[in-house]
T-cell receptor, first 108, second 112 residues
């Protein structure tokens, strides 16, 4: 079983839409959680950490559900510039496990 | 401040040659990771260094791959007798313990 599972998409949404991505993880001992954004032919860049109480950064909201072992990312009022691949990452015992990424295209 | 740097940014080599890829992590970061990513694919973990502990080499795909980290800072990933299937982007990342990782821009390796 993979440490982290993520729906690869693709998600094609119109500008202004709200879109949500989920990621499940298999190890209940996992300690910390992150979302990364990767643009085509670029390295992953940290988007936000995911805290137990949930956290928000502008149009982006991250949630953690330890009981069901998943994390989510919600993007409100999608912009064309949000088009990218979104990777979830889970840290377990200082080892990081990444999802395969969800592709998002925001359409004018 | 300075981020993770990697060199070279691009490397084209002939099949059978050895290559060395370099990573300079963020100063003060204790952990350093190597990944590779083939076109359109996810991140494949290769090796992980944490402080002075023995590295976790569980992701290295064959004994042609090796890595070292000198002085707890700079790391070199070496691929011996390169094969065409080694062509990929090799990404280095560093972190302070279990906190968020920061990636370098990667080295794009092409084996002809």
């Amino acid at each position: 079983r993979k440490e982290v599972e993520q729906d690869p998409g693709p998600f094609n949404v119109p500008e202004g839409a709200t879109v949500a991505f989920n990621c499940t993880y298999s190890n209940s001992a996992s300690q910390s959680f992150f979302w990364y954004r990767q643009d085509c032919r670029k390295e992953p860049k940290l988007l936000m950490s995911v805290y137990s109480s949930g956290n928000e950064d502008g149009r982006f909201t991250a949630q953690l559900n330890r009981a069901s072992q998943y994390i989510s990312l919600l993007i409100r009022d999608s912009k064309l510039s949000d088009s990218a691949t979104y990777l979830c990452a889970v840290n377990t015992g200082n080892q990081f496990y990444f999802g395969t990424g969800t592709s998002l295209t925001v359409i004018p | 401040g300075a981020g993770v740097s990697q060199s070279p940014s691009n490397k084209v080599t002939e099949k059978g040659k050895d290559v060395e890829l370099r990573c300079d992590p963020i100063s003060g970061h204790t952990a350093l990771y190597w990944y590779r990513q083939s076109l359109g694919q996810g991140l494949e973990f290769l090796i992980y260094f944490q402080g002075n502990s023995a590295p976790d080499k569980s992701g290295l795909p064959s004994d042609r791959f090796s890595a070292e980290r000198t002085g707890g800072s700079v790391s070199t990933l070496t691929i011996q007798r390169t094969q065409q299937e080694d062509s990929a982007v090799y990404l280095c990342a560093s972190s302070f313990s279990s906190y968020e990782q920061y990636f370098g821009p990667g080295t794009r390796l092409t084996v002809t």
